[in-house]
């Protein structure tokens, strides 16, 4: 037990250190050898926790990705809202990590990069959006009813909603104009109560 939580402890290190290097520079930038030497390991010692580098963004996306969706479950969950506040909870989580977080905008931009060029990546991203789809959808359909006839319109309704906040961030991360938050949150609510 005692090592296994040892390892898990390098493992998390060599990760952060991995994360910060996305901060700072585009993936294909960063070798091994740069994030052994953040992490404070050889790029030996590194290769013993993750042989490969697919091994080590497999490890880190699923992660990131599954904080995400930990943290926006959790935001909503034990919480007594009626729909509306829920939805502008959901609404607000997603704004906050994906437009106003640009240290988190930055390593999706990444990864989503990264998964260009492998498919087992790209699978993890495609479960990713798929699940972040998913929360929209049944936000959606909690305000609206549970009228399963209109589930394509919760996925369609929730696919806007995501193109909305997730392009909003990589846009305002590019070129940023200062997007007035309360009015896109005004916006996204709205979507959800169209017709």
């Known amino acids: ?84 506040d829920r939805a502008l909870i959901t609404t607000l989580f997603g704004i906050e990590k994906f437009l106003l977080d640009k240290k988190t905008m930055r390593i999706l931009i990444n990864i989503i990069l990264y998964s260009f060029q492998d498919d087992k990546i790209r699978e993890i991203v495609r479960k990713f959006i798929r699940n972040h789809l998913n929360i929209y959808a049944a936000t959606i359909q909690e305000m609206k009813g549970t009228d399963t006839a209109k589930e394509e319109e919760f996925q369609f309704i929730g696919r806007i909603t995501q193109i909305i906040v997730l392009f909003s961030g990589i846009l305002e991360f590019i070129d940023p104009i200062k997007v007035d938050t309360p009015k896109l949150i005004e916006f996204i609510l709205d979507l959800y109560q169209r017709d």
């Open 1 to 84: 037990m005692k090592k296994e939580l040892k390892v898990l402890k390098k493992k998390k290190q060599i990760i952060d250190a991995l994360k910060r290097g996305l901060e700072k520079d585009v993936y294909s930038q960063g070798s091994l050898e740069d994030v052994a030497r953040e992490a404070g390991f050889s790029k030996g010692g590194l290769r013993h926790y993750f042989p490969t580098r697919e091994e080590l963004y497999v490890s880190l996306i699923e992660g990131f990705f599954n904080q995400i969706q930990r943290d926006q479950l959790g935001v909503v969950q034990g919480l007594d809202l009626d729909k509306n």
